[in-house]
């Protein structure tokens, strides 16, 4: 199950980071950099998402993607998934990607 | 999907990057793409009416509209697999003034649909022209139904 901050045609003021191999101390580095994010998941084990509120408006969809990539460049993220709708993992639901699947047809958690 | 941190807070240094990235200036038009707008268009548009997208949500979110498009091609066969990401990235934005979707997300589009069994060709929407302009933006020959998407 995958969400977004909606904001009709506009970016809500939030920026996903898709860190797909995120180094040690990266919440701390985002914390130093002013990029705090507001909330961090684990899409699996090693994959995170990480959610910063950069904005309290919303903001104009190329604006919201420079920003995205602008992140993602510092933070060495996934730059694919750099802009301004990107949907994120939901919270308790499951990764139902392919490589997740067991023999029974669920997903690990 | 665990949550591992959750704060209600503004990033400090949110400003500052907006600020930045407003400054940048921006970037050249995208040059010409030797892909035909019109018609593809017209193969996005004729997805929408196929899909009655607009009857039943009059303000979409067409990053959800964009993915059913996309399955809907892959499953009819109208568009081969590898051609979707350059179909998005150039039609698309076009189409709605939105913004490319993400290759991510056409590559992800892609994966399940191997798995379905092979449709029977007489299943497939035959659309002589549509199929004729995949298949020369793609730089397919006629015989592209063998191999994509379904394999």
Redesign the interface.
């Known amino acids: 199950v995958y969400f ?1 901050p ?1 904001a ?2 506009h970016n809500a003021g939030y920026i996903l980071l898709d860190l797909d191999q995120p180094v040690a101390g990266i ?1 701390a580095r985002l914390r130093s ?11 699996s084990p090693g994959r ?1 998402q990480a959610w ?5 408006q919303p ?1 104009p ?3 919201a ?3 995205a990539r ?2 993602a460049q510092l933070y060495d993220a ?1 730059r ?2 750099a ?5 994120g ?7 139902h990607k ?1 490589e997740r699947r067991q023999a029974d047809g669920f997903s690990l ?1 | 999907v665990k949550l591992i941190y959750a704060r209600d807070c503004l990033a400090p240094n949110g400003a500052a990057l907006l600020e930045a990235v407003a400054a940048r200036p921006l970037p050249p038009p995208a040059l010409a793409s030797p892909i035909d707008f019109p018609p593809l268009r017209g193969l996005y548009q004729a997805c929408l009416d196929r899909l009655s997208i607009r009857e039943r949500y009059p303000a979409p979110d067409w990053s959800i509209a964009d993915r059913w498009v996309a399955r809907e091609l892959l499953e009819t066969g109208a568009a081969p697999a590898p051609w979707l990401p350059r179909y998005y990235v150039t039609a698309v934005p076009a189409f709605h003034a939105g913004m490319p979707i993400p290759r991510t997300t056409c590559a992800g589009l892609s994966a399940p649909l191997r798995c379905f069994p092979a449709r029977p060709s007489a299943a497939r929407p035959t659309d002589p022209p549509a199929r004729a302009l995949c298949a020369s933006v793609a730089g397919l020959g006629a015989d592209w139904d063998t191999g994509f998407a379904y394999t």
């Open positions: 977004r909606y009709g045609d919440l950099q002013g990029h705090a994010p507001c909330v961090v998941v684990e899409t995170w910063i509120r950069i904005s309290p903001l969809p190329a604006v993607t420079l920003a602008r992140l996934d694919a998934s802009d301004w709708r990107h949907l993992r939901l919270v308790e639901f499951t990764n392919r958690g």
